[in-house]
């Protein structure tokens, strides 16, 4: 209504040439801006929802948590993949580090850098206006000293925008993660596989699958709830041994590969969108909820062949102009023609 008006009053002062038409100007500005949003060949994602949801806080987490409601989360690398976990009522989206390989194509986490971490988190932290937001520490950002852990921390809070930072590792992070708790920072903790870590632990295997390594795997997650992580992803141990430390801790653990015990759940929302081609190995606990690949092509096929047999664009794709306008322009053409 507000900008119906404002278009009429514009365009009534403009007739009267009340007021010069240029950008700067308060009463011209909602006309221009509008002309550039119905004729401009991008638009932006951001459009407001109808009913906006609460912002999810570590309060709201761990509301959840007492009363027995799975959390649930997913990884975001971008303004797009946030906006529509978003929309679909994520409690946290994590700009994680395997944006590493499903977005920038890199053969695995230990390549990203802090700087393209940022550049993510900030893309995605743009979208999330409901989803507690948490980037992820990449390797060799923190593991040197709990200052250096800090110093980044405070970069991904300020220059990323999230609202919290997970890294990797169990009793040994413990000094690192108070560390970056104590300076007002939430931390969420990984324990079971690290991925960053996979050289030392001879690759991507399940980890608790002995008596000792479970032992192993609770000691360090009682050592990263007693730092102050406000919770822990549990990641590729047997569901027996994830369930048995869910009920030993007093904050949520978000199970991957880890069974449906866990507190919460999170995937990699590349590998649960299916946005990957035929082939591509999944890790045994992914399940593929959609085919954004498929769609995607088809789409895309569809499109080079419509503009191939030249269906695309139709009449109703392009824009008007008067049959006068038009004969004037074609006399101008041909009188310039001529003159050449």
């Known amino acids: 209504m507000y900008l119906s008006k404002c278009l009429l009053e514009s365009c009534a002062s403009l007739a009267r040439g009340s007021i010069r038409p240029t950008a700067t100007n308060p009463v011209v500005r909602p006309l221009i801006s509008a002309i550039q949003s119905r004729h401009s060949s991008h638009s932006p994602l951001g459009t407001p929802p109808a009913n906006p949801r609460k912002k999810v806080t570590l309060g709201t987490i761990r509301s959840l948590y007492k009363k027995g409601e799975p959390i649930t989360m997913i990884t975001a690398h ?7 976990a978003d929309a679909a009522g994520m409690e946290i989206v994590l ?3 395997s944006l590493a390989m499903v977005a920038l194509g890199m ?5 990203v850098l802090v700087e393209e971490m940022l550049l993510h988190c900030k893309s995605v932290a743009r979208a999330t206006k409901g989803a507690f937001t948490v980037g ?4 060799g950002s923190y593991e040197i ?3 250096q852990a800090l110093e980044t921390a405070i970069r991904f809070i300020k220059q990323g925008r999230v609202q919290g930072v997970k890294l990797e590792g169990g009793r040994e992070m413990a ?3 108070r560390k970056i708790t104590s300076a007002g920072i939430p931390v969420l903790g990984h324990i079971g596989l690290t991925p960053q870590r996979q050289n030392a632990l001879g690759g991507f295997r399940v ?6 390594g479970a032992m192993k795997v609770l000691d360090d997650a009682l050592a990263v709830q007693e730092a102050g992580c406000f919770a822990v992803v549990v990641e590729a141990v047997p569901a027996e041994v994830a369930s048995v430390l869910t009920k030993k801790l007093s904050i949520p653990t978000i199970g991957i590969g880890a069974g449906n015990g866990c507190s ?3 995937l990699v929302q590349v590998d649960m969108a299916g946005y990957f081609p035929p082939g591509r190995f999944l890790p045994k606990f992914v399940k593929k909820y959609g085919d954004v690949w498929g769609e995607s092509l088809k789409a895309i096929e569809t499109y080079r062949d419509e503009v191939k047999t030249r269906q695309y664009p139709a009449p109703e794709h392009t824009y008007p102009m008067s049959r006068e306008e038009f004969q004037t322009f074609t006399e101008s053409v041909q009188r310039v023609s001529e003159a050449v």
């Open 78 to 84: 971008d303004f797009p993949s946030a906006h529509v």
């Open 207 to 212: 980890q608790g699958k002995t008596s000792s």
């Open 264 to 266: 919460g759940q999170v």
């Open 175 to 177: 000094p690192t993660i």
């Open 136 to 139: 992820d520490l990449p390797m």
């Open 95 to 97: 700009v994680g580090d």
């Open 107 to 111: 053969e695995d986490t230990s390549e």
């Open 145 to 147: 000293s709990p200052e």
